[in-house]
T-cell receptor
Framework: AQKVTQAQTEISVVEKEDVTLDCVYE???????LFWYKQPPSGELVFLIR??????QNEISGRYSWNFQKSTSSFNFTITASQVVDSAVYFC???????????????FGKGTKLSVKP | DAGVTQSPTHLIKTRGQQVTLRCSPK?????VSWYQQALGQGPQFIFQ???????QRGNFPDRFSGHQFPNYSSELNVNALLLGDSALYLC??????????????FGPGTRLTVT
């Protein structure tokens, strides 16, 4: 069965601190995709990153970085020098390839609420 | 370039009633997925439409049905509403024929309250 676990329900940090959001996934497939989405109070899910199961290279985008480790089935997300605008709920999601490569549905974790205080 | 749009923004219904939610996908996208997000939870997949047909379905009862139109817009219908159907309903679109086919773009959602 496919499952995504975000063990941290809420995290509170002070501005400029670094913070890491944990994500552990379960899947039996060899081809799958991992995602992070941000959900601000407005409710709209904002796509942050996609990783496929064959690419374990870590990625950095500005203050954001992602650490994908297949050996531990983890896809962690780090925000460096956090800012108040980073306050939101962050979701990790898993999708398996179906129909010869097309995307399956997204399976989300329960989310981690990040509060960055000034 | 318009993103995913949904209507209405908010809706209040009574138990037993029926509701229709609407979604217009991002320009160039032909696949629409619907998700239900209960308060404090992650979104849960309801179903996905492609070429006007339901391609995948999550673990939701038959009270939840949908439709996709030739212009790729979509509707989600829920019959015999229950209090537990109160949630944020999110629509997402994607284009399976591009290299970015695995990126789903979400709309702002419709907040449904059942009383």
């Amino acid at each position: 069965a496919q499952k995504v676990t975000q063990a941290q329900t809420e995290i509170s940090v002070v501005e400029k601190e670094d913070v890491t959001l944990d994500c552990v996934y379960e899947t039996r497939d060899t081809t799958y995709y991992l995602f992070w989405y941000k959900q601000p109070p407005s409710g709209e899910l904002v796509f942050l990153i996609r990783r496929n199961s064959f690419d374990e290279q870590n990625e950095i985008s500005g203050r954001y970085s992602w650490n994908f480790q297949k050996s531990t089935s983890s896809f962690n997300f780090t925000i460096t020098a956090s800012q108040v605008v980073d306050s939101a709920v962050y979701f990790c999601a898993l999708s398996e390839a179906v129909d010869g490569g097309s995307q399956g549905n997204l399976i989300f974790g329960k989310g981690t609420k990040l509060s960055v205080k000034p | 370039d318009a993103g995913v749009t949904q209507s209405p923004t908010h809706l209040i219904k009574t138990r037993g009633q029926q509701v229709t939610l609407r979604c217009s996908p991002k320009s160039g996208h032909d696949t629409v997925s619907w998700y239900q997000q209960a308060l404090g939870q992650g979104p849960q997949f309801i179903f996905q439409y492609y070429e006007e047909e339901e391609r995948q379905r999550g673990n939701f009862p038959d009270r939840f049905s949908g439709h996709q139109f030739p212009n790729y817009s979509s509707e989600l219908n829920v019959n015999a509403l229950l209090l537990g159907d109160s949630a944020l309903y999110l629509c997402a679109s994607s284009d399976p024929l591009t290299s970015r086919s695995y990126e789903q773009y979400f709309g702002p959602g419709t907040r449904l309250t059942v009383t």
